[in-house]
């Protein structure tokens, strides 16, 4: 059963950058899809970047795109989210999500395996 985990959330300043990181567990993390997803306070939840299974093909949200970067590690089992020019919209929990296929693709009732979120809050 994979088990993913995210961290690297926390409270930064309009313009600042973070790193998020989800850790995988319980299953090799090469047949997997993954993506990021957000939901703020009253909003539904937002579909932000995904990654195929070998890294080679990427989506982006139009909201964070130029600004959000998505890599992956397979061998360390990570995935990464560089959120830099972060903007007080942008303020909500991430989660990280897996798909046992090869495309990823920014809908949520695609995916399988969720973390449990980190918050990401940009204020002043």
């Known amino acids: 059963q994979l088990q993913l985990v995210e961290s690297g959330g926390g409270l930064v300043q309009p313009g600042g950058s973070l790193r998020l990181s989800c850790a995988a567990s319980?299953?090799?993390?090469?047949?997997?899809?993954i993506a990021w997803f957000r939901q703020a306070p009253g909003k539904e939840r937002e579909g932000v970047s995904c990654?195929?299974?070998?890294?080679?093909?990427?989506n982006y949200a139009d909201s964070v795109t130029g600004r959000f970067t998505i890599s992956r590690d397979n061998a360390k089992k990570m995935v990464y989210l560089q959120m830099n020019s972060l903007k007080p919209e942008d303020t909500a929990i991430y989660s990280c999500?897996?798909?046992?296929?090869?495309?990823?693709?920014?809908?949520?009732?695609?995916?399988?395996?969720w973390g449990q979120g980190t918050q990401v809050t940009v204020s002043s």
């Open positions: 999500a897996a798909r046992p296929f090869r495309r990823c693709m920014l809908r949520g009732e695609q995916y399988e395996y």
């Open positions: 319980g299953a090799t993390l090469d047949y997997y899809a």
């Open positions: 990654i195929s299974s070998s890294g080679g093909s990427t």
